[in-house]
């Protein structure tokens, strides 16, 4: 009933309903928890997925089995978003191409040498090293690099796509 209030902008009901579930997702989220940060931050994902998305639930169905629903989505993002951190794995918002040739393949092999990989940095004009520095090497996200560097997201994949064409030409000479 409050998310159906909400849903045709009631303000009241809308804040009624986040403080009747923000302690269901609480103990939703000591539950299940096992990661490293606090639980509240579950608690937190799962709030703003709920403003995000609060025009797709359906009326019509049971609204707890729909908020649950976004609960273990968040929990599941947010372990495996751990688990690629903790094996030091880049996350990558939009993924680069990929082609059957051969020639499109990098071993892992032609830039395992960290100094031939800088001295292949060196060479990049300072825009796209600033990019691949923020995007790759300390793992900011899109939008973490677009604040730090003033370029919008479109500017920084741009960059990105140019600055790994240079250093692919540089590394496999």
Avoid at 23 to 52: C, F, K, N, Y
Avoid at 90 to 96: G, T
Avoid at 138 to 143: A, H, P
């Amino acid at each position: 009933m409050l998310m159906r209030a909400a849903q045709q902008g009631d303000a009241a009901a809308y804040a009624r309903l986040l403080a009747a579930v923000t302690p269901i997702i609480r103990r939703t989220a000591a539950r299940r928890w096992t990661g490293t940060e606090e639980p509240d931050d579950l608690v937190q994902d799962v709030l703003i997925s709920l403003h995000q998305v609060r025009q797709t639930y359906d009326p019509g169905r049971p609204f707890l089995p729909w908020l649950m629903a976004i609960a273990r989505n968040r929990l599941a993002d947010i372990q495996r978003r751990q688990v690629r951190r903790a094996k030091g794995e880049v996350a990558v918002e939009v993924l680069p191409e990929t082609f059957a040739g051969d020639e499109t393949k990098e071993p892992i092999e032609r830039i395992a040498d960290a100094e031939e990989l800088g001295r292949a940095l060196a060479t990049l004009p300072p825009r796209q090293r600033q990019v691949v520095e923020m995007l790759r090497l300390k793992e900011m996200s899109l939008r973490e690099a677009s604040a730090a560097s003033g370029m919008s997201i479109a500017a920084l994949k741009v960059s990105m796509h140019r600055a790994m064409k240079a250093l692919r030409a540089v590394l496999t000479k």
